[in-house]
């Protein structure tokens, strides 16, 4: 029964740095004068290897914020 209470703390903890990395994301974007596809072409390659992890991460705890929800609904 504790090994179930502490997946769903990290399963909470996911969800919240899913909701705080969407945040900043739309943040930065928002800021921007450009679009995302604007920004791409006169990115660095470093500023785009940096940005593709972020994609990767925002899909992971995007994919974990939906099991918190799951979960709750069930």
Same mark, same amino acid.
């Given at each position: 029964?504790?090994? &179930? *209470?502490g997946i769903l703390t990290i399963t909470i903890i996911g969800a919240c740095a899913f909701l705080i990395l969407v945040a900043l994301n739309m943040v930065f974007f928002l800021n921007q004068d450009k *679009? /995302?596809?604007?920004?791409? #072409?006169? &990115?660095?390659? #470093?500023?785009?290897? /940096?940005?593709?992890?972020d994609v990767i991460a925002t899909i992971v705890s995007g994919l974990s914020f939906l099991e918190v929800l799951l979960i709750f609904l069930i």
């Open positions: 029964m504790a090994e &179930a *209470g *679009g /995302v596809l604007d920004w791409l #072409k006169h &990115a660095t390659s #470093k500023q785009r290897i /940096v940005a593709l992890f």
